[in-house]
């Protein structure tokens, strides 16, 4: 281990650390708005917004993120879709983690008893309210563990945009390992990084956890 | 700049051997992963702790840093330290490493979900702690281990797309060679796509089915 080596380049690894985090944040905002989208659609009563999130689901589940990264950032300007490397990043990384969030949600809303909606609406709630005022906070509650579990896989699949040259934390990793050929101290403190920055995420779930079931 | 995939046809047989290999590394790592994760499961659940501690370091080394930095460790690493191995082999103990450990989770869940009773019952009936776990324990996890793991393998499949990254010429990586003599991306990362979503839907409709068998045998 080259202490002296590690010392020296980790100010440019905290940098990447917080591009990171950035990316984490966005793509997460993101992934939260196409997971709740696509899990109201598939529970709707309409059958054009189930197939649509139906499928969205089913094929941004089923290729591989790489791919769907590759595709919006190479093959985007074919279609007239021009992105930065970051933006591709962060609304590709966001769009494929929504797929995974839309079944975590709906499983949740799924999980809540049917006689609950049905007490909501003979009490003379709308479907809307009993919904809104019903199902869905006891729904959210259930929700936030198994999101944790999305956000935690999240916060490693970022790692993929230094396929797209996105300068974040495992690009920093994988352009010092070329250049040092020092991979187990690169590694170690990318490693490191991400593990704090993993936990720390893991205890604000917790804590959301905590206080929702406290409610 | 439209779209042609007509230039996609030349490409077939180059993107097919692609497939193939992803194909294989997937086999190769789910078969990997499984076995490595039962060795490590029986190792945190019965192992000693000499040799416990150090599992559990790499279990939590693997599951809170990116499976990709983990390929470029173990490839670069490996030559770092004398161990010269090709890119393929390097992308398989990879990603049968990361999954090992997390269906080691899954495994050792498996086992203790079964009631401490059946084994008192079956200690008690005068089979051998080994016998218990091989004809007690084990049939009884196997349901709940099974479906979970399954999922995995599919991730696996996902992910194999990762090991592109460092030189082996699988569906990704082919995509990328044909790109670079036609300069068409479009077409040959939804050819892959297309290629890795089939091959996910017969692994997912195989691992229905099983599940259906197990629902069927409770």
């Known amino acids: 281990m080259d202490v002296e080596l590690m010392t020296k380049v980790a100010?440019?690894?905290?940098?990447?650390?917080?591009?990171?985090?950035?990316l984490s944040i966005l793509s997460i905002a993101l992934g939260l708005v196409?997971?709740?989208?696509?899990?109201?659609g598939r529970l709707s009563s309409v059958l054009l917004f189930r197939m649509i999130a139906t499928a969205y689901v089913s094929v941004f589940r089923g290729t591989p993120a790489l791919i769907q990264l590759f595709l919006l950032y190479?093959?985007?300007p074919q279609v007239g879709i021009n992105l930065d490397p970051f933006a591709a990043g962060a609304i590709g990384l966001g769009i494929n983690i929504g797929a995974y969030m839309s079944e975590t949600m709906r499983g949740a809303i799924v999980a809540i008893n049917r006689g609950q909606a049905e007490a909501a609406r003979t009490l003379g709630l709308s479907r809307f309210q009993a919904f809104y005022k019903v199902v869905l906070p006891q729904a959210a509650r259930l929700m936030i563990r198994p999101l944790g579990v999305n956000i935690n896989a999240q916060i490693k699949a970022t790692a993929l945009v230094s396929a797209i040259s996105v300068v974040e934390l495992?690009?920093?990793?994988?352009?010092?390992?070329?250049?040092?050929?020092?991979p187990f101290e690169m590694f170690a403190?990318?490693?490191?990084?991400y593990m704090?920055?993993?936990?720390?995420?893991?205890?604000?779930?917790?804590?959301?956890?905590?206080?929702?079931?406290?409610? | 700049m439209g779209l042609d995939f007509s230039v996609v046809p030349e490409f077939s047989d180059f993107i097919l051997i692609g497939a193939l290999y992803t194909f294989g590394i997937t086999l190769a790592g789910a078969?990997?992963?499984?076995f490595g994760g039962i060795a490590f499961s029986v190792i945190m659940l019965y192992g000693h702790w000499s040799i416990r501690y150090p599992i559990r370091f790499f279990s939590w080394l693997f599951m809170g840093t990116p499976l990709l930095l983990q390929l470029f460790l173990i490839y670069f690493g490996l030559v770092q330290i004398g161990i010269d191995i090709p890119a393929v082999v390097a992308g398989i103990i990879g990603?049968?490493?990361?999954?090992?450990?997390?269906?080691?989770d899954i495994i050792q869940a498996g086992i203790l979900a079964v009631d401490k009773g059946q084994h008192e019952g079956a200690r008690t009936l005068g089979m051998s702690r080994l016998q218990t776990f091989r004809y007690v324990i084990i049939p009884q996890a196997v349901r709940d281990v099974v479906p979970p793991i399954g999922n995995n393998m599919i991730a696996l499949l996902k992910d194999s797309a990762l090991v592109s990254v460092i030189g082996v010429t699988e569906l990704v990586h082919a995509s990328q060679l044909a790109i670079s003599e036609t300069f068409r991306p479009f077409e040959f990362y939804i050819t892959a796509a297309v290629l890795y979503y089939a091959i996910n839907l017969i692994m997912e409709t195989g691992l229905r089915r099983v599940e259906r068998k197990i629902e069927a045998s409770r």
């Open chain 1, 11 to 22: 100010p440019f690894f905290i940098e990447a650390a917080i591009v990171t985090v950035q």
């Open chain 1, 34 to 40: 196409m997971g709740a989208l696509s899990a109201a």
């Open chain 2, 31 to 34: 078969f990997l992963s499984f």
């Open chain 1, 196 to 215: 704090i920055i993993i936990y720390i995420a893991g205890r604000g779930v917790t804590y959301l956890d905590k206080k929702a079931v406290i409610q």
């Open chain 1, 189 to 193: 403190l990318a490693g490191i990084l």
């Open chain 1, 74 to 76: 190479f093959g985007g």
């Open chain 1, 170 to 182: 495992t690009y920093t990793a994988q352009r010092y390992i070329g250049s040092t050929y020092r």
């Open chain 2, 95 to 104: 990603l049968g490493l990361h999954f090992a450990v997390y269906n080691s």
